[in-house]
């Protein structure tokens, strides 16, 4: 099949998507920290998942924009539509509804934690998907999709630990599922290539030389000498597994970690991201790091735990002794690929995981707040989902 074309519709304002949500208030909360990086919060007193959902980028608008789409992932898994389930035991249904995948082939959507509460025998809510690659309907548990508050209708006995992983809202359609890719793409590659963690391995094989990044990755070198002149060390990482390893994707994955020089109350954070480019995938790593300080400083998020300090400065004392020998150029980078039309991009990603075994690509076509937005989610099996944050 290919990618869902983009049909033309008006795109909603801030303003309207944030009343949709039951967002009260878009904060800015930048000038909480010196990085310079823009971070904006997204405040849903109704939210079930998060309550506090954030954006970053280089204008307010943009952080702004990112907090919001973030929290319309989080409301589509919320907002369980009853008329699209479909109730039943995989061994009764297989056939007559289709073709249904089991939990544990949920990969990317979340692992199978409690084996004995699933079997072809167990009764539990269905919710239909698309295979992308072939166009054709499969059908997949709905715990796996959504992740519905107290008081909802129950969908089956809980075996799977749900995950946003794998989301994306976009006012285009084919940008919506490119990012829901790229995260899932990102988090199984993490998973791969820092199987154990950030190890000593790990760290002194992944971490780029400074020399050349200006080249080979320039908004990436720009962003780190602002934030250098800020009073923060920037560690950038290749976490794109090797070729060699099985289930290489071979898109850039990076990662990046934010050193306090002044050793302050959050000395060090991380970031990751997958993009096509090279240089994308570096920035968005750094901006991320940059958004996980805040998050700790700003304090309203539930789901972030106490940062380890002795840790975290014993991990930025081993950092400043290591002598980096990857070379930036050595991160992948698809030009060709990103300067496609963006539905064809998500062909080309499709076609690359293909190659990497993943040769089924579920997609689901979420409810959205307000017309003209689109959110997906995609579930992919045999896909990991990487712990570090």
């Known amino acids: 099949m290919s990618p869902p074309r983009d049909v033309p519709a008006p795109q909603p304002s801030a303003q309207q998507l944030a009343r949709a949500l039951g967002v009260t208030r878009v904060a800015r909360v930048t000038g909480l920290d010196r990085t310079g990086v823009e971070v904006a919060c997204a405040v849903r007193p109704g939210g079930h998942v998060l309550q506090v959902c954030n954006g970053k980028g280089r204008s307010f608008a943009e952080a702004a924009w990112g907090a919001l789409l973030e929290t319309a992932e989080l409301w589509a898994a919320e907002t369980v539509p009853q008329e699209r389930l479909r109730w039943g035991a995989r061994a009764h249904l297989e056939g007559r509804l289709g073709t249904l995948w089991g939990a544990d082939r949920l990969g990317s959507a979340g692992a199978l934690v409690v084996p004995r509460l699933w079997s072809d025998q167990v009764s539990c809510a269905w919710r239909e998907a698309t295979e992308l690659g072939s166009g054709a309907s499969v059908w997949v548990p709905a715990q796996g999709v959504y992740c519905p508050p107290a008081g909802a209708t129950a969908l089956g006995p809980v075996s799977v630990a749900w995950t946003s992983n794998g989301s994306g809202a976009h006012p285009e359609s084919s940008r919506a599922l490119l990012h829901a890719l790229c995260e899932a793409i990102e988090r199984d590659q993490l ?26 990755a320039p908004r990436a070198a720009e962003l ?44 060090l954070t991380a970031g990751y991201a997958c993009a096509l480019r090279r240089d994308e995938a570096l920035c968005k790593a750094l901006l991320e790091a940059a958004q996980s300080r805040l998050t700790d400083i700003h304090g309203a998020r539930e789901d972030v735990a106490a940062t380890d300090r002795e840790a975290a400065l014993g991990f930025a004392e081993a950092l400043a002794e290591v002598v980096p020998k990857r070379a930036p150029r050595e991160v992948p980078d698809l030009p060709a690929e990103a300067a496609r039309p963006v539905a064809a991009q998500v062909k080309r990603v499709l076609g690359r995981m293909a190659r990497a075994g993943f040769r089924e690509v579920a997609g689901v076509a979420m409810d959205a707040p307000v017309p003209g937005l689109n959110v997906w989610k995609v579930i992919i099996p045999g896909m990991r989902v990487s712990e570090l944050l």
């Open 224 to 267: 780190v000498a602002s934030l250098r002149e800020r009073g923060f060390d920037a560690y950038l990482f290749d976490a794109t597994p090797t070729g060699r390893m099985p289930g290489t994707v071979g898109l850039p994955v990076a990662a990046a970690v934010l050193v306090d020089r002044d050793g302050g109350p959050v000395p």
């Open 191 to 216: 998973a791969r290539a820092l199987p154990d963690g950030w190890t000593e391995e790990g760290v002194t094989r992944r971490l780029l030389q400074p020399k050349g990044l200006e080249a080979a």
